[in-house]
C-alpha cells in the first residue's frame, strides 16, 4: 500500500466512525440478542438474555464493553473489521478492487449493525488469499492460515459451516487427503473455543449448535417468531431484487468475467449468495464473499466505469444511511430517562429493545409474565410426525422442546414498559405514553 492507499484508508476509517457514533438506530435483524448478551457477559445482567446463535464473539466483546459500557462501544468495536478487509484487498488484489469495496453502499449500510458477518467476512477474505497463495507457492503457512481462518470463522458464526463446506469445494477439492487431514485437526482446534464456552456457561457443549439449527428449522418450516413462509420467503421479498446493486450498481458487469479462468470462485460466490438467499436476504451477508466479488469485478471494469461506480455509489449509500437517523429510535434513551424519573421502574416488565437501552437494574420478559400467568412450561416447541402405511399402531414422533425457567418474582410485576404498538395483557392499563414508549400499570386485585 502506497502513501495514498493509506489516506484513502484513513478517511475510510473517519468516515465510518462518524457513522456509527451519530447513528441513532441500533435495531437490526439479530442484533439486540447480541447488544443484550454483550451487557450480560460484561457484568450488566438487565434481563434473562438468551441466544440462537454463537455466544463466542459476543463474549469476547464483553471483556471491553466491562471497560467502557456504551452501545457505541460495541458498535465501534464492531465495525472496525472492515478496515483490514480493505487492507487485505488492497495488499492482495489491485487498487480497482480496494476502490470497489471502500465506495460500495453495501458496505457503509452495514457498518452501523452489531453481527458477527464482520469478523466472518474478514476470516473469509482472509483464508481465500492464503488458499491463493498456498496454491501459487505450495508454502503450507498459507494452508494453516486458511484452517485457522474457517475453524474460527465457524466458532463465531454458525452459517459459516455451508460457506466452509463451498469454500472446500471452490478451492480445495483436488487437496490431497495428506494435506486435509492436518488442515482438518487444526481448523477444528480454532472451533474447540466455542464448545469449551458452550459447556461453560450451558454445561451444554453443543447448546449453540442445537439451539441454532432448531429455530433455523422452525423457520424453514414456516414455523418461527417471524412468521415467514418456509426457506423461500427470502426469495420472494423486494430486498433480493434491489440489493444487487448495493454490492456494486455495476454488478451486472461481472458477465464479462473470465468464466473459464474464475470459475471456482464464480461457484463459491453463487452458492453462498444462493444460501444467504434462502435464509435471510440481508445485504450484511453479502459482506463475507464480498472481497471475491470485488477481485472480479475489478477485472472488467474500465477506469470510467470504476469512476461511475463510485459516484453511483455514493448517491445510493446517503439515500440508504438516512434511515439510520430516524427520529423513532433516537426519542427511546429520552423516552428512558423520563420513564426512569417518573416511575420506579425496577422489576417492570420489558421488551428486549427497550432493555438494550438499559445498564442497571433487573427486569422480566414479558415471555417470562406469559409463560407464568399461562403456567407454560415450554418457551418453545417443535414436533414431527410421521405416520406410516404398514405400521398401523404406531406414529414416529421427534420433539424438541425448549423449556422456560420460571421466576415467581414476575407475578409481582406492577409495570409494563413497552412501545406504542406492542399488545398489553387486560390486566395492565396504560398509565403514561412517551414519544414512542408507553407505561402500563397493573391493576390492583
Known sequence: MNKKDWLLLGLFTILLLILVSTSKQIIFHDSIEYFNLIKDFAGFQIIKAHSTHSMLYTYILSFLVELLPAIKTIQILNVLWLIPIAILIRKYTNKSAYLLFLFSPMVWIAAPELTPVMPAAFFTTLAYFQIKKW??????????????????????????????????????????????????????????????????????????????????????????????????????????TYFIFLISPLLFMLYKTNFKKYKNELFFIITVTAFFLVTGSYIKYILIPSAIIFYLLSKVLTKKLLYLHIILSIILTLIFVIPFYSPVEASYPTDLEQIQNDFDIGGAILHPTVAVYLWEGSYFLPEEYYAFTNDEEYFSTLSLQASPTYYYDKILEIQGNLLIAQDERVKDATLWISHKDDPVPEEFIQEKCYEEICVSKKIST
Not at 470463522?153 to 486435509?180: D, N, Q
Not at 454445561?203 to 423461500?232: H, V
Request: hydrophobic residues 55%.
Open 135 to 240: 496454491q501459487n507457492n505450495n508454502k503450507n503457512k498459507h494452508l494453516w492460515i486458511t484452517a485457522i481462518s474457517l475453524g474460527f470463522s465457524m466458532a463465531i458464526y454458525t452459517p459459516m459451516f455451508f460457506v466452509a463446506l463451498m469454500f472446500l469445494i471452490a478451492f480445495m477439492r483436488k487437496t490431497t487427503v495428506k494435506k486435509l487431514i492436518p488442515f482438518s485437526i487444526l481448523a477444528g482446534l480454532f472451533y474447540l473455543p466455542r464448545i469449551i464456552l458452550d459447556y461453560k456457561l450451558t454445561g451444554l457443549p453443543f447448546y449453540s449448535e442445537i439451539r441454532f439449527f432448531g429455530a433455523n428449522l422452525k423457520n424453514a418450516l414456516g414455523l418461527g417468531a417471524t412468521g415467514d413462509a418456509g426457506m423461500i420467503a427470502g426469495l420472494l421479498i423486494f430486498e433480493t
